[in-house]
T-cell receptor
Framework: EPEVTQTPSHQVTQMGQEVILRCVPISNHLYFYWYRQILGQKVEFLVSFYNNEISEKSEIFDDQFSVERPDGSNFTLKIRSTKLEDSAMYFC????????????FGPGTRLTVL | DQQVKQNSPSLSVQEGRISILNCDYTNSMFDYFLWYKKYPAEGPTFLISISSIKDKNEDGRFTVFLNKSAKHLSLHIVPSQPGDSAVYFCAASLYIQGAQKLVFGQGTRLTINP
């Protein structure tokens, strides 16, 4: 069964460093998303991406964040200068349709900022 | 942001009995609702969904009920099995300007006792 994959599973970085989180969505899906979950809190929407453009982003997704689909398979989230409060689980998701489309999630990347 | 609420942080059910997980929402613009199951250190796994134009959807042991007037949905699992022990998230879909985002509840930890 097709699945979303994410690498790395755990990333440790120093405050102020750049990190890139990688995702391979399900191959025939066209809509891509990033969510995050800070420990003990809800899963929160960050950004949606379609046709090589951001469709919508939350207030969390400020200028320090960017997303890219550098080739036909990968979808990346870059945090330019990490802060302590960026420590969280980051989940990538994909869907085949937008309206009432089921989003399928990857296993997540645990980001720890020291 | 309290648009989607799961008021029970935990639920304990005897194996073989029915598990009922509840979710309330406030935004009448939500048009699609999903339940996800999550194990520790894994991403949310899609379980079942329901469109806002329906009041019930069934898939095997899982049934989701939607009461739009009360802005309430519930997930029934019958019979409950030990493998059902996990955290269950209710999510509501918002479609704005060509983009879909999911708004999650806080989750309910379900424990099935043998």
């Amino acid at each position: 069964e097709p699945e979303v994959t994410q690498t790395p599973s755990h990333q440790v970085t120093q405050m102020g460093q750049e990190v890139i989180l990688r995702c391979v969505p399900i191959s025939n899906h066209l809509y891509f998303y990033w969510y995050r979950q800070i420990l003990g809190q809800k899963v929160e929407f960050l950004v949606s991406f379609y046709n090589n453009e951001i469709s919508e982003k939350s207030e969390i997704f400020d200028d320090q964040f960017s997303v890219e689909r550098p080739d036909g398979s990968n979808f990346t989230l870059k945090i330019r200068s990490t802060k302590l409060e960026d420590s969280a689980m980051y989940f990538c998701a994909s869907s085949s349709i937008s309206i009432r489309g089921t989003q399928y999630f990857g296993p997540g990347t645990r980001l720890t900022v020291l | 942001d309290q648009q989607v609420k799961q008021n029970s942080p935990s639920l304990s059910v005897q194996e073989g009995r029915i598990s009922i997980l509840n979710c309330d929402y406030t935004n009448s613009m939500f048009d699609y609702f999903l339940w996800y199951k999550k194990y520790p250190a894994e991403g949310p796994t899609f379980l079942i969904s329901i469109s806002s134009i329906k009041d019930k959807n069934e898939d095997g042991r899982f049934t989701v009920f939607l009461n739009k007037s009360a802005k309430h949905l519930s997930l029934h699992i019958v019979p409950s099995q030990p493998g059902d022990s996990a955290v269950y998230f209710c999510a509501a879909s918002l479609y704005i300007q060509g983009a879909q985002k999911l708004v999650f509840g806080q989750g309910t930890r379900l424990t099935i006792n043998p």
